[in-house]
């Protein structure tokens, strides 16, 4: 049943074969058990998942079930959750109670899901590996020595492992997409303004997108069905007519046009990604696609683009955090500005920190033209790219991250190398565009590779009809970990 | 030396909207600390600010008054600092691109016949949130956070240096004032700080066009301590001059107590605010529609109304309008022009616009009393009126003698029912509420009406004239005073009520005879 899809468990709730109670039981008693040893969750609130799934029961019984009824969902600590702890992976939220539920939890609410507990991420979701959380690192499930990928490492592993059927992310640079990929999932990060930031704690505004990762193409569907929606309260959010994003799921690929873009095959990549990447590309053509080679000639920019404008805006959106109204405070200080310096010098881990310099450096005066709008010149640029690409081709595919994921401890000591992880990824969230990984095998270690999908504005049907198609003809999705098969 | 005093003003008004500029927390003032400040004006993680409408309209509307140009797109920037009563720790505001670029106002300067007008250029307005309070009392060594002003919106007013002297700065504000009041964007509550100026000002020598440097006066929320302020400043920048030193560009407090200023901060220590455009909100379009749909409901400016009062008809308006070439002229802004002319003088048209209640209560009256003598009744809005509501510290929306019930005062006088003398009489019991506050049954209760029967006043005459034979001799013989002390005698004995022209005129009859 764990590793049932969520088509299948709502097909047992609603034929009644098993009430919510008992499902999100299940789930929790599994939970708890695999929890200590891989550091998914940062809090769990049993009684509470219970009273939802009662209701959801309740909801069931009178005939009102959606899809996602009675089904446990996990939520990333980055979304306020009404009654919840909501830390963002940080000292400086640990004793924060939120009094209010984010748009998304709200709209996972409305359905009658179960929130089976808030999943660790890095420190207000800065980091590739789950490392910089204060509530200590995620192990990938592959293998314990690794890490997940990060930001939204813990939702990836919740999944990988079987915790939860499925979970919500945040995605600034990659923080959907290289979890999903380093744990074997799939996850996918929507067109900015898709899904409402309304209580998704910010990071980089511009940037933060949140979405589904799952086991599979056709459960991110059905979350992104209840994910995606205008939102009065986010002035980003987008108003557009709701789709139903399983529509095109079934659609064959015959006449697909794949780009491949040329910079993205290149001495960078690992062997082992490179050979599983190929394999699945040609699997697609197996299924009908074409390829053609594109250029994308300004990614090469990305990560120093993302570096500067990232930093920026989340060192405006993390002065909120000073110790006056809620969150961590300092004990001992002897006026204002000693309370401000030791509450964030205490609160903020060190990677947090180091944003927060970059961030306040490029916004100074002397330096804002240099770097903040030459960076905004840059990131059109690079939009553009992507605009020129997607008239040659319908999807864009390339590997999701350069290597499979990596040891713990190995690059949390090179910020740079950690960065240059995530230099597929960051191109997409500069443009605005939706991207999504979904598993196609294993590199080195026997860890999973993950693929990389880019698909032109809204074009989310449609980069979940190419997934679940090589979803339909592999089993790359539906594997887990030896050690986790019950 | 001679010594040109030169000054800007910043004006801060605070947005007359029911909810705040990012958020629906309430502008109510006065509320207990911290119950109108909600999830996003405290700046809890994950809130989002969505731009308040109604702001945007205000602030367009001053645009059309003041002739300036609307931007679109203007853009909200984050302007970045630490401070307790501020929330998100940056202030939203605007800095490249301000909604509203230019503009001007025209003030009225000089006094005892010098008067003239002088325009004061803007700079720009731009929309801004405001922040909380810090309270220093009360907290025993602590400092207590009252957030309810947090996201309050204002429309912060610059102008040019374009002011030379502590009294143009104050005609400035004060013009700047009413009309934000006039056009119905900002309540103008100075007290509760819903109308603040910082002053920028420097001195030069007479004669220099360049800008000597400026120190910047905070926070002054009165006509009166704006005035002092400059004053006080303009007198230490000089004595510093004059002395051999050199003005340091500082941030001043003006300390009303000990009428003086005092630096706050100096320009070395001044802040980095670290300004970029704030990625949660999307620059801001202005559509023509919406312009035009805003224009169509503009009330008649104060400029139109003031030479409206002063024509006598359309053309007389438009040669005046052509004449002083006025924003709203030069803008072409087609607002609706009321339909009435007065002929008043440019002092009285000035007086009785100066702020849009005095001018429709002004109006409403002329309307009563079907559009005669309109002198009169600017005499008595201006004067009896005017000086009994300061009296009684009183709007005039709260005038306890309505338009209509003065509209019935007058009538009497214009009919001759009544002297101007008795009408002041009459004036004191509506003011009181006696009799409900309506003219004519006071006249008539208290037997006030004018008698202007020949036969009766003959009848009064000769009695006084009778009585007073010396009088009436040395009247004959030259003594022009004994003219008066006669009529007073008359009017005495009539209790005032004797038409005084009538009594005047009869008098002279019987002393010719």
Redesign the interface.
């Known amino acids: 049943m764990f590793n049932f899809s969520l088509k299948q468990l709502s097909g047992l709730l609603s034929a009644k074969k098993i009430s919510s109670i008992e499902l999100t039981g299940e789930f929790l008693k599994r939970l708890k058990t695999l929890n200590p040893g891989y550091n998914a969750f940062i809090t769990i609130n049993e009684e509470t998942s219970l009273v939802q799934a009662r209701a959801a029961d309740a909801m069931i019984a009178a005939g009102q079930a959606h899809p996602l009824t009675g089904i446990p969902v996990a939520q990333k600590d980055i979304?306020?959750t009404k009654g919840w702890r909501?830390t963002?992976g940080s000292k400086m939220?640990s004793n924060?109670i939120?009094?209010?539920d984010?748009d998304v939890v709200e709209r996972f609410n409305t359905v009658g899901a179960v929130n089976i507990g808030k999943t660790n991420m890095d420190e207000f979701a800065m980091g590739s590996s789950n490392e910089t959380s204060f509530y200590g690192p995620v192990k990938n499930p592959w293998d314990i020595t690794a890490v997940p990928g990060g930001s939204s490492g813990g939702s990836a592993c919740a999944v990988a492992a079987r915790m939860t059927p499925a979970a919500t992310g945040t995605d600034t640079g990659g923080s959907i997409r290289q979890p999903a990929a380093l744990c074997g999932i799939s996850g996918i990060k929507p067109t900015y303004g898709l899904v409402s930031?309304?209580?998704?704690?910010?990071f980089?505004?511009?940037l933060d997108q949140g979405g589904p990762m799952a086991k599979s193409a056709e459960d991110l569907a059905l979350m992104l069905n209840v994910m995606a929606g205008f939102d009065?309260?986010?002035?980003?959010s987008l108003q557009r007519e709701p789709e139903d994003y399983t529509r095109d799921l079934e659609k064959p690929l015959a006449g697909l046009r794949i780009g491949l873009p040329k910079e993205y095959f290149v001495k960078e990549i690992n062997d082992d990604v490179a050979r599983a990447v190929e394999a699945a590309i040609a699997e697609y053509r197996k299924l009908g696609a074409t390829t053609v080679e594109v250029s994308l000639p300004a990614t090469k920019l990305s990560v120093p683009v993302y570096y500067v404008l990232a930093p920026?805006?989340a060192?405006?959106n993390?002065?909120?955090?000073?110790g006056?109204?809620?969150?961590y405070r300092a004990p001992d200080y002897i006026d204002?500005s000693d309370m401000?310096r030791k509450t964030r010098a205490q609160g903020f881990g060190a990677e947090v920190k180091r944003r927060i310099l970059i961030g306040?450096y490029v916004?100074?005066?002397g330096y804002?033209d240099a770097y903040?709008i030459q960076a905004q010149k840059l990131r059109r640029l690079i939009a553009q790219d992507f605009i020129e690409a997607f008239k040659q081709c319908d999807i864009i595919m390339g590997p999701t991250s350069p290597t499979v994921a990596f040891d713990l401890g190995e690059k949390s000591s090179d910020p740079v190398q950690m960065y240059l992880s995530d230099a597929y990824t960051i191109a997409v969230n500069l443009a605005g565009l939706p991207g999504m990984s979904i598993p196609v095998g294993f590199g080195n270690k026997n860890r999973p590779v993950g693929l990389h999908l880019i698909g032109n504005y809204f074009a989310e049907a449609q980069m979940l009809n190419v997934a679940h198609q090589y979803q339909e003809a592999t089993d790359w999705h539906v594997r887990m970990p030896v050690q986790l098969q019950t | 030396m001679q010594w040109e005093i030169v000054i800007g003003l910043e004006v801060h008004t605070q947005l007359s909207t029911q909810s705040k500029i990012f958020s629906g927390g309430s502008t109510a003032f006065g509320a207990v600390p911290n119950t109108q400040a909600c999830?996003v004006d405290?700046?809890?993680?994950?809130?989002?600010?969505?731009?308040n409408r109604g702001a945007v309209e205000r602030a367009i509307k001053l645009g059309l008054a003041v002739g300036g140009k609307i931007n679109s797109p203007s853009v909200f920037a984050?302007k970045?600092y630490?401070y307790?009563d501020l929330?998100?720790?940056?202030q939203i505001s605007q800095y490249e691109l301000p909604v509203i670029d230019g503009g001007s106002v025209k003030i009225q300067v000089g006094h005892d016949g010098t008067e003239c007008e002088k325009t004061i250029r803007l700079t720009r307005a731009h929309l801004e949130e405001d922040a909380g309070k810090s309270l220093h009392d009360d907290f025993h060594g602590m400092?207590g956070?009252d957030l309810n002003r947090a996201g309050t919106p204002l429309l912060e007013i610059v102008s040019e240096p374009d002011m030379r002297s502590s009294a143009e700065a104050v005609a400035y504000a004060k013009t700047l004032h009413s009309l934000v009041r006039w056009i119905g964007i900002c309540d103008g509550n100075m007290q509760e700080g819903s109308f603040r100026c910082d002053a920028n000002v420097s001195v030069r020598p007479f004669g220099s066009d360049k800008l000597g440097t400026r120190c910047e006066i905070k926070n002054l929320n009165s006509f009166r301590f704006l005035e002092k302020a400059i004053n006080y400043e303009a007198r230490r920048q000089i004595e510093i001059i004059e002395d051999g030193g050199t003005i340091q560009q500082q941030t001043r407090l003006y300390d009303s107590e000990r009428d003086e200023t005092r630096a706050m901060r100096s320009k070395e220590d001044a802040q980095?605010y670290?300004?970029?455009p704030d990625?949660?909100?999307?620059p801001l379009e202005i559509s023509l529609q919406w312009v035009a749909k805003i224009k169509a409901a503009m009330p008649e400016l104060p400029m139109h109304r003031r030479y409206r009062f002063m024509a006598a008809d359309a053309a007389g308006l438009a040669a005046l309008l052509q004449e002083h070439s006025s924003v709203a002229f030069e803008a072409g802004l087609d607002v609706p022009v009321g339909r009435d002319f007065y002929q008043l003088s440019a002092y009285d048209a000035a007086m009785l616009t100066a702020d849009k209640d005095t001018a429709d209560y002004f109006e409403q009256v002329m309307e009563v009393i079907g559009g005669k003598n309109a002198k009169l009744c600017a005499n008595w809005v201006m004067g009896e009126v005017t000086s009994r509501l300061n009296r009684d510290d009183k709007d005039i929306t709260a005038s306890p003698v309505s338009a209509g019930q003065l509209a019935g005062l007058l009538l009497h006088i214009n009919n001759g029912t009544i002297s101007g003398k008795i009408a002041k009489e009459v004036f004191d019991a509506m003011w009181l509420g006696e009799y409900g506050g309506d003219a004519e049954t006071i006249i008539k209760t208290k037997g006030l009406k004018q008698i202007s029967d020949e036969g009766q006043i003959e009848k009064l005459v000769d009695e006084i004239l009778s009585a007073n034979p010396q009088q009436v001799a040395d009247y004959r013989n030259g003594k022009e005073k004994a003219f008066n002390s006669l009529i007073g005698q008359v009017m005495k004995v009539s209790k005032g009520k004797a038409n005084p022209a009538q009594v005047n005129e009869i008098l002279k009859k019987k002393l010719m005879e």
């Open positions: 979304f306020c909501t963002c939220l924060f939120s009094p209010y984010a930031r309304y209580g998704m704690i910010a980089a505004s511009s009065v309260r986010d002035s980003t920026a805006e060192s405006s993390l002065s909120r955090f000073d006056v109204r809620y969150g204002l401000y306040t916004l100074s005066h804002y903040y | 999830a405290l700046a809890l993680p994950g809130v989002l600010p969505v731009l984050r970045n630490f307790p929330p998100k720790g940056y400092t956070i980095d670290r300004y970029f990625p949660d909100l999307l």
